[in-house]
């Protein structure tokens, strides 16, 4: 019987093992995730009501050929929505909480009880013969034919200069460790100010966190180029001439569409991995270098109820938006001053509590940890020619130091998005997940 390991249990990881089972019985699955429960990473794991998804529930569902799974859940559940018309659900954001609970509904459904969980961590990875073994934490060893990996993106360590001295009460390092956080929240007063650095996705579950535990204190939010993600809005799908541009020529297309910008995302959805994967080295970095803030801040857009908490803490004053680059942090008799290189000049900041919202690693060279420093050293994995993630192919295939594009090692999710861009949403995972199932049960 073939064996495959299945490294990371978030929604990819766990989305592939439940694919296998449906599609080939004679496939030993297991899934390496120290979670209690498989399905919610970091995103679907918050217990905050207040964190919503980012995608309407219409297009929620777990299975791409089941497109009203997740809306049947919701009017199944007792939640209050089942005398609701259809029609609703294109625009009702569900809290995350809630989409985890129906990952983990699907799971623990009998049909999915030959998955293996492996509540551990990888610790490294090895050739053994013709397959692959596997070392968790606690010292368990696997053998398999076919490993993937399904992990999703660490944290990064570049705060750590800067703040490494600051107490654990004062500076939250690592806002998606929910056992960290919470003991962060527990010990803030209500008129305690804050600095948040970085402005995405993170920084806004953040300011709702502090919202739901009654703080009145003033919060200044300070990224490099000082934007906040956009909101989800109507639009019309209309006909976008999409091709496979430069990064120059999208940048054209969005200010010809500047009213409908979010016609282009949805009109260019389809296409956006092919067309990253055609840019050359050098368009790849002028993206990233130049375009992908802004892409990011109205590719990943907010729910309409969050946008509206936002703006009116901005126009109240207590949110205050920067834009700056973090030079270094000092105690001050309130607590905290942290000193920022801005677009004219430089300024200073004071705040009792300062929390890191900057976001994951962003080069697979600097990802810590004794997993992915074995596979690069062993030259097991290489990095995509950003430095991003890790270089596979079409067919997920990891491609090593040696070049070899056989290899019994798979990568899926967040891990590929230096080669294919688009690999972070459930609507593209989801598909992802069936196609490489397909591939490993063949």
Not at 54 to 59: D, I, T, Y
Not at 78 to 86: I, S, V, Y
Not at 193 to 210: E, K, N, P, Q, R
Not at 404 to 417: F, K, Q
Request: aromatic share 10%; charged share 20%.
């Amino acid at each position: 019987m073939k064996k495959i390991v299945i490294v990371g249990g978030g929604f990819s990881g766990t989305m592939l093992a439940l694919h296998l089972c449906a599609q080939n019985r004679a496939v030993e699955i297991h899934v390496v995730e120290p979670r209690e429960s498989l399905g919610l990473g970091v995103a679907y794991s918050t217990d905050e009501p207040g964190h919503l998804l980012n995608v309407p529930a219409a297009h929620m569902s777990a299975w791409p050929d089941r497109p009203h799974d997740f809306v049947g859940y919701l009017i199944d559940t007792n939640l209050g929505l089942a005398h609701l018309p259809a029609e609703y659900f294109n625009t009702y954001y569900a809290p995350r909480m809630v989409f985890g609970r129906y990952i983990k509904n699907i799971v623990e459904r009998p049909e999915y009880s030959a998955l293996v969980h492996h509540q551990a961590m990888a610790t490294r990875i090895y050739r053994s013969g013709s397959g692959l073994k596997l070392s968790l934490s606690n010292k368990d060893i696997l053998e398999a034919d076919h490993i993937v990996l399904a992990a999703g993106l660490p944290s990064s360590g570049a705060m750590d200069r800067i703040f490494g001295w600051a107490p654990a009460g004062r500076y939250l390092a690592h806002p998606w460790d929910a056992q960290a956080t919470r003991e962060f929240l527990d010990t803030i007063e209500s008129n305690d100010d804050f600095i948040i650095i970085g402005s995405g996705l993170t920084a806004v579950d953040m300011l709702i966190s502090l919202e739901q535990r009654g703080i009145n204190g003033k919060v200044a939010i300070v990224s490099r180029h000082g934007l906040m993600p956009q909101v989800h809005a109507p639009f019309d799908h209309i006909a976008i001439p999409i091709t496979r541009q430069s990064p120059r020529e999208w940048l054209k297309l969005f200010r010809t569409y500047t009213n409908s910008w979010r016609s282009v995302f949805q009109a260019m959805r389809p296409m956006s991995q092919a067309i990253w994967q055609d840019f050359s080295p050098r368009e790849k970095a002028q993206f990233l270098r130049h375009l992908r803030p802004w892409w990011d801040s109205h590719r990943h857009r907010v729910a309409p109820e969050i946008y509206r908490f936002l703006s009116q803490g901005f126009q109240s004053s207590r949110l205050n938006l920067y834009a700056g680059r973090l030079l270094k942090a000092e105690t001050s008799s309130k607590g905290f001053v942290v000193s920022f290189q801005g677009r004219r000049e430089n300024f200073s900041l004071n705040a009792q509590r300062v929390i890191n919202c900057t976001g994951p690693e962003s080069q697979l060279i600097n990802f810590k940890g004794s997993l992915f420093m074995g596979l690069l050293k062993d030259g097991l994995i290489t990095p995509d020619s950003t430095g991003l993630g890790i270089n596979s192919n079409d067919n997920f295939q990891v491609i090593p130091q040696n070049g070899y594009e056989g290899s019994a090692l798979y990568v899926l999710g967040a891990l590929r998005r230096g080669t294919h861009w688009e690999a972070t949403a459930v609507p593209e995972l989801r598909v992802e997940a069936g196609r490489l199932a397909h591939k490993l049960s063949c």
